[in-house]
Nanobody, 122 residues
């Protein structure tokens, strides 16, 4: 089992930055991590993913160049640095974990946090 807790969300003006954290506990060894978001009335969508070693990262086109995923395995924590935020980035952000290869589809992740709200005002 893996437990995930997100933090770092909040209200920010367009153009601003936030850093989300995802603290993991349990059987985290070997887990690849993903970040997803869900806006009201929309489906949950892929944002970013990072392999267990942190050696590879993947991003949705909509956030590429603005968001950066990283992790500190010594602290069992994954981060999502979000810069140049736009109103369309407003959503609940979730981290998720899976073992067995990096994926970008929500249904292929085994463990989920409860999410943290990010609101970007124009």
């Amino acid at each position: 089992q893996v437990a995930l807790v997100e933090s770092g969300g909040g209200l920010v003006q367009a153009g601003g930055s936030l850093r989300l954290s995802c603290a993991a506990s349990g059987r985290t060894f070997g887990s690849h991590m993903g970040w997803f978001r869900q806006a009201p009335g929309k489906e949950r969508e892929f944002v970013a993913a990072i392999t267990y070693t942190g050696g590879s990262t993947y991003y949705a086109d909509s956030v590429k160049g603005r968001f950066t995923a990283s992790r500190d395995n010594a602290k069992n924590t994954v981060y999502l640095q979000m810069n140049s935020l736009k109103p369309e980035d407003t959503a609940v952000y979730y981290c998720a974990a899976r073992i067995g290869g990096i994926r970008t589809t929500p249904s292929e992740y085994d463990y989920w946090g409860r999410g943290t709200q990010v609101t970007v005002s124009s």
